[in-house]
């Protein structure tokens, strides 16, 4: 165990809406909000490369910080990405500026072998450094995300060699080669374990499971190929977590555009449930009734575009939609690079304006 005697946390509201507790204001805050849409993370990245800024813990740290220090969010997430695991298992990857993500030499079913599963995770320990360094810099004045990407989403970076308009490559997989399908989700699941088990380890105060590739699937791909691995996934963190005698953590899903099975995903031992900008709130919370689960989400990236008088409004009925309870406020999907940095503030401004 790697022990820390870390500052203490002044803002427990995530912690709270996650374990269905009442927070004293709402908590927000954006997925991909250490991202490109901020300018000094623009300045930043003249000076540093994308991979080289996730490895090095100290400019990881510096990045995760720059949205707290800007915004009054209430929470931090670790700077880095989802491909990381691909490349600890050996594959290349790079980061193209106004690409996106590329793997020039994709999986194949020849070259499934080549993954180097063993000793991935302890080639990511820049990740719990950098998680630490952080959990000592915010000097408790929120708690700090660790994150992963998702089995199915991982498989579909890997097989595609980057961003895909279909994913026919790794659906493909899942219809003709359905048993090294499951090899694979399987050999993922076990290093996405391992992998979140040392972020809280080293400091991670909640960690979420980004499965934003699910809307490709159906009710029948998604039940066969992946709910059984993230159920794994919630139980393998618990279990890890138990057995270094460390405190559990909330575990969020987001399963971007699995509408199809959302009152399933509420079986699986997440604590919050993602909701994508898709869905309605209400007709969320009718499926969720009862299911003890909070939920994050949901307003349209795209609604940071509007004017601030039409944002404030969407904001608040947003709010109203979905009620107080086991409530986490953010997007519905990512930010865009080119969100203005005004709406952002109006965003959390509103949410905080609202007495519980
Ligand atoms: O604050 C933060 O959230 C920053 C940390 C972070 C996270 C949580 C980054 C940095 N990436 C991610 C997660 C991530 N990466 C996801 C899941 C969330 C989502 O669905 O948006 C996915 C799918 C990726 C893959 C990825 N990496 C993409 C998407 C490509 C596609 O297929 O559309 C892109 C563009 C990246 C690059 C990337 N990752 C992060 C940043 C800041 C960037 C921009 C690259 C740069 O600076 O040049």
Redesign the pocket.
């Known amino acids: 165990m790697v022990s820390q005697n870390f500052p203490v946390l002044k803002n427990d509201r995530i912690l709270k809406a996650a374990k269905g507790e009442k927070p004293d204001k709402l908590p927000i805050w ?7 849409y901020l300018p000094e ?2 300045e930043f ?1 003249k000076k540093h490369s ?1 991979f080289e ?2 490895q090095t813990p100290e400019l990881a740290c510096e ?2 910080l720059m ?1 707290i220090k800007r915004y009054d969010l209430d929470a931090a ?7 990381v695991i691909p490349q600890a298992l050996g594959m290349t990857v790079e ?7 590329v793997l020039p030499e994709p999986l194949t079913v020849d070259n499934y072998k080549n993954l180097k599963k063993e000793g991935a995770v302890s080639r990511l320990k820049y990740v719990g450094e950098a998680i630490t360094l952080t959990r000592h810099r915010l000097e408790g004045k929120v708690p700090l ?1 660790g ?1 992963s ?1 998702a089995p199915w ?1 991982l498989m579909g ?1 890997m097989i595609e060699g ?3 308009k279909t994913l026919s490559k790794a659906k493909k997989w899942l219809y003709q080669h359905p048993e090294l399908s499951h090899q694979l989700l399987q050999l993922l699941t076990e290093v996405i374990i391992e992998y979140l088990v040392m972020q809280i380890e080293h400091g991670a105060q909640i960690v ?1 499971v ?1 499965d ?2 699910a809307e490709y699937l159906n009710k029948h791909l998604y039940t066969k190929f992946c709910l059984p691995y993230l159920k794994k996934i919630a139980t393998g963190i618990r279990e890890g977590v138990k057995g270094l005698k460390i405190e559990q953590v909330p575990l969020v899903l ?1 399963a ?1 555009g699995a509408h199809f099975c959302l009152d399933e995903q509420a079986t699986l031992g997440y604590d919050v449930l993602g909701i994508d900008w898709t869905m309605k709130p209400e007709s969320v919370r009718t499926t969720l009734k009862d299911k003890n689960v909070s939920v994050q989400g949901n307003l349209d990236p795209c609604a940071l575009y509007a004017p601030k008088e039409e944002l404030k409004k969407l904001v608040i009925d947003m709010v109203k939609n979905f009620g107080t309870d086991r409530y986490i406020v953010n997007l519905g ?3 865009y ?1 080119d969100a203005p940095v005004e709406s952002v503030q109006t965003f959390i401004d509103t949410i905080h304006s609202i007495d519980l």
């Open positions: 954006i997925m991909r909000q250490a991202g490109r993370f623009m990245r994308f800024i996730c990045v995760s949205p997430i670790i700077f880095s990405d989802i491909l980061m193209k500026t106004g690409v996106g993500p995300f994150f990407g989403t970076y980057g961003g895909s979420q980004f934003s590739s987001f971007k999907h990512g930010i690079p």
